[in-house]
DNA sequence: AAGAGTATTATGTATGACATAATAAAGTTA
DNA sequence: TAACTTTATTATGTCATACATAATACTCTT
């Protein structure tokens, strides 16, 4: 046996928790019996006797399940089967200020990567009316003399439509979580080069080309519009 | 006042229990402190001293700051700060099995969206050692004949190659999290359509364009690689 | 039969106790 | 003195019990 091999036996060595199995086992439970959203799981001491294990570990079992968004817990209901949000787990930490350096300037990339690959999604399911709407929006946009959260709003709200547009609501979900990251690093002093506040493509040539052109034009076209962005991030 | 912003505020109305508002507490504490990635938190019982709630209400609230990835317990230790591992927590709920059919329709378009968008930055970072490596790859690339197993594994390196050229950390775990839902989807009957074995650029073009081409190449050679993938999600 | 009041129930919170593992301290041997 | 072993300490992990609270079910009154 390598020395590899003994370590990897090592690790594996069973040190977690009783509530971790607890948590293992609900979850197994869960998906076996393929409960529906609604449906409600046994009480906590009825768990707790079942398996044979205290009220404390199943509550912090439970607690895990509930923090995963897979139950919801209301008194005298006890603890019923939710649809589960992944990213409702995600917000929580998802938090600027906890977030190290490093980290925070990724999700910033994350969400230019996002907006560039999602012209696909949006070619295919773009409607009238949502072009309609695109193009109220872009016709309610305000001046460059006007305050800065004015415009900031005005950008989350036309490229929030184009999320929509995409009908993926967990890339919206996404998004609305990086949001506030991205924001913060945008304003902060986390990327080094300023702001240039240079004109490329702009909300109505998008619109533009989400109307008449293709998904390759739409991707070329985001990405010059993001250009600003992208010039502080690369040299 | 209207009804929504009635409804607003009844909403609004603390119904948080205990844990929450001690979660919350803690979290602030963290932030305010600056605490380094190593530094140790309070003790249990003096924090439940010292907030005057029980000890059961602080142990729920460390196990949230667990879950997010905010602190790591180890016995006599105590609670340590550790660098916030955002998608730690996502890694529980993003089981196939728990997640609903839309939702894993959803995250498998999210990989393709990916994929076609971090072009811009892959070649950006690419480095000269990267397309050695990303050759090497290519030239171990299993037959058309040999088993999907090979196949599959053979795909996840390529792939997962491009990401690490991203130079994203947050980018790669992402990925990682997304994988097991992406296989599953794909093997499972989710998607309605058949798998269309058709050749489009191959990861040799891929790599040939990495090398000698432009990121607007990039982009579109990877949505036609990925045709495949497009084909059985569009009509 | 509708409404008010009461009982029940399951989760939420509090408390105290012991188990366990990681560390620190003390002691032992070379 | 240094290296090793044993013991003590400490903070989290687990358990048990009791009471609080809110939502539901039930009963009684009119």
Redesign the pocket.
Known sequence: MTIAALKENFNSIDTS???DKVEANLVQLLQERKLKVGDSIP???ELAESLG?????I??ALMRLRMMGLID???????VITSPDIFGTLSKSMNPHVLDQDTLKEIFELRLVLEIGMADFIMERVTREDIEELKLIVAEEPEFSEKLSFQIEHEIKFHGKLYEITRNETMKKFQKLLLPVFDYVHSSGLLSKEVVVKKYVSHKGLVDIIEHGSAEMLRNAMRNHLENHFARIFD
């Not at 294990?53 to 570990?57: A, D, E, W």
């Open positions: 928790s009783l509530v009480k906590e001491v294990v205290s009220r404390t570990v509550r912090e817990s209301k008194k005298k209901k006890g603890s």
